[in-house]
């Protein structure tokens, strides 16, 4: 589970980058 609250936290990072 914590992989995949990482993964989609990381992916909105990118988008608000």
Request: proline share 0%.
């Given at each position: 589970?914590?992989?995949c609250?990482?993964?989609i936290f990381?992916?909105?990072n990118k988008?608000?980058?």
């Open positions: 589970v914590a992989r609250l990482n993964k990381i992916e909105n988008e608000m980058l």
